[in-house]
């Protein structure tokens, strides 16, 4: 049994970032062996294992032949005479083929780190238009690299795959997880575009997307968080959102946070307070619904706004989150309870908003 660290943790050794996780090969091994040694194994007909202490992925040398549709149509072979080079030929991109030994020494059949040195994206062997996620995959590192240029051959095996048909049968929830592993979203939608992807998979397809025009940032957005920059692509660009979610299997955090922006922001832009009009502003905050602190929270840090109409409807979500019922009240009926509710809303919005103009 021999063990190599590979792919993305040589990778961007070797371009100078520090590795985010550690995956390795293991050669010469079978099954019953890591498990004998204590891995677990991931799945039940699946080759990957995991290390009983240190929690990484150690994945047997395999080979693969295409048999079925999409990126699930493969058949493994995981015999124990798989070599070291026969596992990387199977791999994406040269710049992910390259393996690194105990002694640290390098591995490197398809010239990656040449690659690397020349910043070019290319494809290892052939196999690489048998799997359609790898057009994805590819945007993704072209985001990751935007100084690196996709070699030509690569992007004929791009068109191969795109005429072929085959990007149909990527799942919603193997796009979803390239999408959310891209460093900068609108940079990806671009890249997806240039590849000629747009209009081939679930989501990205039209009458589900605004049109976007190429280069352009995502106006009034001034978050730095994946999870709020994800939410407001969603929101920004997509038609239905809860169509594009679902064709996605996108998780009901980002779609909710992406339905109260398309809800309330443009509201939130407009309004202005004025003196006795606290209608329209108890029915912002209604919709807001601020007794979701969290997503409130993100909703704030995502928009584009100024600091003195923050801190209005901050200071006014305080004020009616403080209210709480007396003893007495709390015995009426329901229907007297939101009477009395409504009431001491309106009381406390129209003074919130008295006092926000007297100190203007």
């Known amino acids: 049994m021999k063990i190599y660290l590979v792919g993305g943790a040589v990778r961007d050794k070797l371009l100078g970032f520090e590795p985010k996780e550690k995956d390795w ?19 039940k007909d699946f080759p990957v294992f995991i290390h009983p202490k240190s929690g990484e ?4 040398a395999r080979t693969e032949r295409k048999s079925g549709h999409g990126y699930t149509g493969f058949e493994f072979d995981t015999d124990s005479n798989v070599t070291l080079e026969e596992d990387l030929e199977r791999r994406d991109l040269t710049i992910n083929a390259i393996a690194e030994d105990e002694s640290g020494n390098l591995i490197d059949p398809f010239r990656g780190q040449e690659d690397i040195k020349n910043q070019k994206l290319r494809h290892v062997s052939n196999a690489f238009s048998e799997d359609p996620l790898r057009v994805l995959r590819l945007a993704r590192f072209k985001v990751k690299l935007p100084e690196f240029s996709i070699v030509p051959e690569t992007l004929d095996m791009v068109r191969k795959i ?78 239905n959102i809860d169509k594009f ?22 509201d939130i832009d407009q309004y202005e307070p004025k003196n006795n009009e606290y209608d329209q502003l108890l029915e912002l905050v209604d919709k807001l619904d601020i007794r979701k602190t969290e997503r409130l929270k993100n909703f704030f840090e995502c928009i584009q706004i100024n600091d003195d109409k923050k801190i209005f409807f901050e200071l006014l979500i305080e004020k009616i989150n403080n209210y709480k019922l007396s003893n007495e009240d709390q015995k009426k009926s329901k229907d007297e309870i939101i009477k009395i509710i409504r009431k001491t809303h309106r009381e406390i919005a129209q003074d919130h908003i008295r006092s926000y103009l007297e100190s203007q």
């Open 25 to 43: 090969v293991v050669v010469g091994s079978n099954s019953q062996e890591m498990k004998k040694n204590g891995f677990k194994q991931v799945g």
């Open 162 to 239: 795109v005429s072929s048909g085959e990007l149909t049968y990527l799942t919603g929830e193997r796009i979803w997880l390239e999408m959310y592993k891209s460093e900068r979203i609108r940079d990806f939608y671009d890249e997806l575009y240039k590849l000629g992807v747009i209009g081939k998979i679930k989501g990205f397809h039209s009458g589900m997307l605004k049109p976007i025009k190429q280069g352009k940032p995502m106006l009034g957005c001034q978050s730095s968080k994946k999870f709020q920059i994800i939410s407001y692509f969603i929101y920004f660009y997509t038609e």
């Open 245 to 266: 979610c679902d064709e996605l299997k996108i998780p009901n955090d980002y779609r909710d946070l992406a339905k109260m922006l398309d809800n309330c922001k443009y």
């Open 57 to 60: 992925e150690y994945a047997l």
